[in-house]
């Protein structure tokens, strides 16, 4: 992508398209100076997105710039935004996203179909992930980012995934919050489809906030799964949490579930259909598991 100088001197976008990729359209800025990129492209296409200044524009906006790419044909979309951007990707149908947002930005990714997703999130960042088709998710924020703000509302991380997914979460760091989260969870899982779980959080990094609402791992799968967690140190809380436990695990469905928590940590397991359970607590623990007869 190239800017050019508009008539007033601001900086306007450029893209080179080709005819034989079907209608492209590329907005002017925004009302309110917030630098706007529409792409349209309703056939099979592949873009390759560069744009290394920061706000996507180097526009003097007021807020973040906000980049919309509308691709309802199957594409391949490769994205590196080194600067604070907000991205908003909408794909009806098939496609593979490659998004590298290495600075502050704001992700809100709507995916319909199915798709892989892979994000490497290295600064500060909201991630929020809405994929109703198969998808494959494998998130990697690996420094303290996942946010320095008051969030009122839902949580850090939200993942709504209906079908059948893979999801791989890797949080290294002291990461997933310093912030006041006083409404769902920090990290929160709705699969109602099979599924493969692989979450490791792998230092003291789910939390050191106060959390006056629901828990901070919350994993939902009605339907057939496999859990892997491995929680290495003393992560699962140093928090008071007056509403449900730390880790909260309702499976009805058929599951094998491998929990490893060497730190300290609170347990509920409640799994109604049939279950292989595998828990190695080596550390203090309060473990509670209900499960109903004969399952």
């Given at each position: 992508?190239?800017?050019?100088?508009?008539?007033?001197?601001?900086?306007?976008?450029?893209?080179?398209?080709?005819?034989?990729?079907?209608?492209?359209?590329?907005?002017?800025?925004?009302?309110?100076?917030?630098?706007?990129?529409?792409?349209?492209?309703?056939?099979?296409?592949?873009?390759?997105?560069?744009?290394?200044?920061?706000?996507?524009?180097?526009?003097?906006?007021?807020?973040?710039?906000?980049?919309?790419?509308?691709?309802?044909?199957?594409?391949?979309?490769?994205?590196?935004?080194?600067?604070?951007?907000?991205?908003?990707?909408?794909?009806?149908?098939?496609?593979?996203?490659?998004?590298?947002?290495?600075?502050?930005?704001?992700?809100?990714?709507?995916?319909?179909?199915?798709?892989?997703?892979?994000?490497?999130?290295?600064?500060?960042?909201?991630?929020?992930?809405?994929?109703?088709?198969?998808?494959?998710?494998?998130?990697?924020?690996?420094?303290?980012?996942?946010?320095?703000?008051?969030?009122p509302g839902p949580a850090v991380l939200e993942l709504p995934v209906p079908g059948p997914a893979v999801l791989d979460l890797v949080v290294p760091c002291?990461?997933?919050?310093?912030?006041?989260?006083?409404?769902?969870?920090?990290?929160?899982?709705?699969?109602?489809?099979?599924?493969?779980?692989?979450?490791?959080?792998?230092?003291?990094?789910?939390?050191?906030?106060?959390?006056?609402?629901?828990?901070?791992?919350?994993?939902?799968?009605?339907?057939?799964?496999?859990?892997?967690?491995?929680?290495?140190?003393?992560?699962?809380?140093?928090?008071?949490?007056?509403?449900?436990?730390?880790?909260?695990?309702?499976?009805?469905?058929?599951?094998?579930?491998?929990?490893?928590?060497?730190?300290?940590?609170?347990?509920?397991?409640?799994?109604?259909?049939?279950?292989?359970?595998?828990?190695?607590?080596?550390?203090?623990?309060?473990?509670?598991?209900?499960?109903?007869?004969?399952?």
């Amino acid at each position: 992508m190239h800017v050019s100088t508009g008539s007033g001197g601001e900086l306007v976008p450029r893209v080179h398209h080709s005819p034989r990729d079907g209608p492209s359209c590329v907005s002017a800025p925004a009302a309110h100076g917030q630098a706007v990129l529409e792409l349209a492209v309703p056939g099979p296409a592949v873009l390759d997105l560069a744009v290394p200044c920061s706000a996507v524009l180097e526009l003097a906006v007021p807020g973040p710039a906000v980049l919309e790419l509308a691709v309802p044909g199957p594409a391949v979309l490769d994205l590196t935004v080194p600067g604070p951007a907000v991205l908003e990707l909408a794909l009806p149908s098939p496609a593979v996203l490659d998004l590298a947002v290495p600075y502050s930005a704001v992700l809100e990714l709507a995916v319909p179909g199915p798709a892989v997703l892979e994000l490497a999130v290295p600064g500060p960042a909201v991630l929020e992930l809405a994929v109703p088709g198969p998808a494959v998710l494998d998130l990697v924020v690996p420094c303290s980012a996942v946010l320095e703000l008051a969030v009122p509302g839902p949580a850090v991380l939200e993942l709504p995934v209906p079908g059948p997914a893979v999801l791989d979460l890797v949080v290294p760091c002291s990461a997933v919050l310093a912030l006041a989260v006083p409404g769902p969870a920090v990290l929160e899982l709705a699969v109602p489809g099979p599924a493969v779980l692989d979450l490791a959080v792998p230092c003291s990094a789910v939390p050191e906030l106060a959390l006056p609402g629901p828990v901070v791992l919350e994993l939902a799968v009605p339907g057939p799964a496999v859990f892997d967690l491995a929680v290495p140190c003393s992560v699962v809380l140093e928090l008071a949490v007056p509403g449900l436990a730390v880790l909260d695990l309702a499976v009805p469905g058929p599951a094998v579930l491998e929990l490893a928590v060497p730190g300290p940590a609170v347990l509920e397991l409640a799994v109604p259909g049939p279950a292989v359970l595998d828990l190695a607590v080596p550390c203090s623990a309060v473990l509670g598991g209900a499960r109903p007869s004969g399952a």
